[in-house]
């Protein structure tokens, strides 16, 4: 349960006036929260049970463009509905918004009430449910990194996206004084997330000029997913309710540090104790973590399309910038792919730290999840850990360079095809390739400035 009411709790609130509108949600492929703005008095009276919405709203893409090549949903089949069922133990109060509560949906065919199955609720649900037939639970917590910029949204946006300034002016990791300035924004946004229900441990200063980040403690993946997913929408609010732009784009600017989402994860068992944790070995580790972080590294590059889902997530993939370039294990050391947190301790965990600010939180950890249990299935091999810089190892996988390749590797994962079926890869596959396809047709500022005269 990762909600804070129940619609027995709900319904005194819209009485008395407190409440009178319920957001009701969708996660769609890009990780957003869409949906309607229902009055309250007819929630309750009738749409907590469900709700419709048209089907291509899991087949779009950032611009909400509708791309042939779905097999799920196009033109030729008229764009018919798909059913919205609250899920009503994510119910919440959304501080940040006058009388206002929230709901997250389960997306159903219409036909048959069953999950749709590139839904992104779906896809995690899938591999939850894998691992609790192994006898496992996951425990995962999601980093959110982003850049605070001075101006609004609007302003940025009729100034054509140019001379973008951040709302500070030097590296503000871990900085409490410039932190302090920013406090208008980020001290509502901690404290209204903890109002929501959502468990915030901490904001920082991140290592750039106005990079900000969120942390929220761990909780059973699906709670996390959803924690990451309001999160990321509150802060955008918030922000601009302030006046201020936040953006979660990677890589904004070619001499500036990228933003990232690591995720952290650990499996425990149906009983509560944890599957990763032997206090007799030398880190910590059981032999179930070693076959699990095996399988998140032999299959890092075919997932790495889940954790990087557009053209501008390769451009954070930099050496020396904290920002992984090979899918390799260390011990506590961030240039590479996977990081060991916590060893020889109960809280020991795997850290992959490859996922870039964009990704889509219910596609990244399930991804993972299907590497790892594949891992398990296959009892695989855990390599010995990287030492020292791993940027100047070129004796292993590299992360793929950008999304052409990783498309390829989703494409052609026999791993991610029985995890998840052929019909979810084939999906996610479409929209990557819409997503190149887009970006190739566009001519770039970069072009233009350097082969106008020159060329």
Same mark, same amino acid.
């Not at 940025?156 to 932190?179: C, G, M, V, W």
């Not at 990763?276 to 070995?281: A, L, P, S, T, V």
């Not at 990087?308 to 930099?318: C, E, G, I, M």
């Not at 920002?323 to 850290?351: H, M, Q, Y």
């Given at each position: 349960?990762?909600?804070?009411?129940?619609?027995?709790?709900?319904?005194?609130?819209?009485l008395?006036?407190?409440?009178?509108?319920v957001?009701?949600?969708?996660?769609?492929?890009?990780?957003?929260?869409?949906?309607?703005?229902?009055?309250?008095?007819?929630?309750?009276?009738?749409?907590?049970?469900?709700?419709?919405?048209?089907?291509?709203?899991?087949?779009?893409?950032?611009e909400?463009?509708?791309?042939?090549?779905?097999?799920?949903?196009?033109?030729?089949?008229?764009? /018919?509905?798909?059913?919205?069922?609250?899920?009503?133990?994510?119910?919440?109060?959304?501080?940040?918004?006058?009388?206002?509560?929230?709901?997250?949906?389960?997306?159903?065919?219409?036909?048959?009430?069953?999950?749709?199955?590139?839904?992104?609720?779906?896809?995690?649900?899938?591999?939850?449910?894998?691992?609790?037939?192994?006898?496992?639970?996951?425990?995962?917590?999601?980093?959110?990194?982003?850049?605070?910029?001075?101006?609004?949204?609007?302003?940025?946006?009729?100034?054509?996206?140019?001379?973008?300034?951040?709302?500070?002016a030097?590296?503000?990791?871990?900085?409490?004084?410039?932190?302090t300035?920013?406090?208008?924004?980020?001290?509502?946004?901690?404290?209204?997330?903890?109002?929501?229900?959502?468990?915030?441990?901490?904001?920082? /200063?991140?290592?750039?000029?106005?990079?900000?980040?969120?942390?929220?403690?761990?909780?059973?993946?699906?709670?996390?997913?959803?924690?990451?997913?309001?999160?990321?929408?509150?802060?955008?609010?918030?922000?601009?309710?302030?006046?201020?732009?936040?953006?979660?784009?990677?890589?904004w600017?070619?001499?500036?540090?990228?933003?990232?989402?690591?995720?952290?994860?650990?499996?425990?068992?149906?009983?509560?104790?944890?599957?990763?944790?032997?206090?007799?070995?030398?880190?910590?580790?059981t032999?179930?973590?070693?076959?699990?972080?095996?399988?998140?590294?032999?299959?890092?590059p075919?997932?790495?399309?889940?954790?990087?889902?557009?053209?501008?997530?390769?451009?954070?993939?930099?050496?020396?910038?904290?920002?992984?370039?090979?899918?390799?294990?260390?011990?506590?050391n961030?240039?590479?792919?996977?990081?060991?947190?916590g060893?020889?301790?109960?809280?020991?965990?795997?850290?992959?730290?490859?996922?870039g600010?964009?990704?889509?939180?219910?596609?990244?950890?399930?991804?993972?999840?299907?590497?790892?249990?594949?891992?398990?299935?296959?009892k695989?091999?855990?390599?010995?850990?990287?030492?020292g810089?791993?940027?100047?190892?070129?004796?292993?996988?590299?992360?793929?360079?950008?999304?052409?390749?990783?498309?390829?590797?989703?494409?052609?994962?026999?791993?991610?095809?029985?995890?998840? /079926?052929?019909?979810?890869?084939?999906?996610?596959?479409?929209?990557?390739?819409?997503?190149?396809?887009?970006?190739?047709?566009?001519?770039?500022?970069?072009?233009?400035?350097?082969?106008?005269?020159?060329?």
């Amino acid at each position: 349960m990762s909600g804070n009411m129940s619609l027995e709790t709900l319904k005194p609130m819209v009485l008395n006036g407190s409440i009178d509108t319920v957001l009701v949600c969708l996660v769609d492929m890009q990780g957003r929260l869409m949906g309607k703005r229902f009055h309250a008095q007819n929630f309750i009276d009738h749409s907590w049970e469900e709700t419709h919405c048209c089907n291509y709203l899991l087949a779009t893409d950032l611009e909400m463009a509708t791309p042939d090549g779905y097999a799920s949903t196009s033109w030729q089949t008229g764009y /018919g509905d798909y059913v919205m069922k609250p899920d009503m133990s994510t119910l919440r109060i959304v501080p940040w918004l006058e009388g206002t509560a929230m709901v997250l949906c389960d997306v159903l065919d219409h036909n048959t009430h069953q999950d749709v199955p590139h839904s992104p609720r779906a896809i995690l649900k899938r591999q939850i449910a894998r691992l609790a037939e192994l006898g496992y639970v996951a425990q995962t917590a999601t980093e959110l990194e982003f850049f605070l910029f001075e101006k609004s949204f609007d302003e940025i946006r009729k100034d054509n996206f140019q001379d973008l300034a951040p709302i500070s002016a030097y590296n503000e990791d871990y900085h409490i004084l410039q932190t302090t300035k920013e406090e208008h924004v980020m001290r509502p946004l901690r404290n209204l997330l903890f109002e929501a229900g959502l468990p915030i441990e901490n904001t920082k /200063g991140e290592a750039e000029a106005g990079q900000e980040e969120l942390n929220i403690r761990y909780a059973p993946a699906m709670d996390n997913a959803d924690y990451h997913s309001i999160a990321k929408h509150a802060t955008k609010e918030i922000a601009w309710q302030q006046g201020h732009a936040v953006s979660f784009l990677p890589k904004w600017h070619h001499e500036r540090v990228g933003s990232s989402s690591h995720v952290h994860q650990s499996l425990w068992t149906l009983d509560g104790d944890s599957a990763f944790y032997d206090k007799n070995d030398e880190l910590g580790m059981t032999d179930t973590m070693r076959h699990y972080m095996a399988g998140l590294i032999k299959y890092a590059p075919d997932y790495t399309y889940f954790l990087a889902p557009y053209v501008n997530s390769y451009k954070r993939f930099a050496k020396g910038t904290f920002a992984p370039t090979k899918t390799v294990w260390s011990i506590d050391n961030r240039t590479a792919g996977f990081r060991l947190c916590g060893a020889k301790t109960k809280g020991v965990r795997v850290e992959c730290r490859i996922g870039g600010s964009d990704l889509n939180p219910y596609l990244a950890i399930a991804a993972q999840l299907a590497a790892g249990i594949k891992g398990l299935e296959d009892k695989l091999e855990l390599a010995g850990p990287s030492m020292g810089d791993t940027y100047e190892n070129d004796d292993t996988t590299h992360i793929p360079h950008s999304l052409r390749d990783a498309t390829d590797l989703l494409r052609n994962s026999k791993m991610l095809r029985a995890a998840m /079926g052929d019909d979810v890869i084939d999906h996610y596959t479409r929209a990557a390739t819409w997503e190149q396809e887009e970006f190739d047709r566009v001519v770039t500022d970069y072009e233009i400035k350097r082969g106008f005269e020159r060329a």
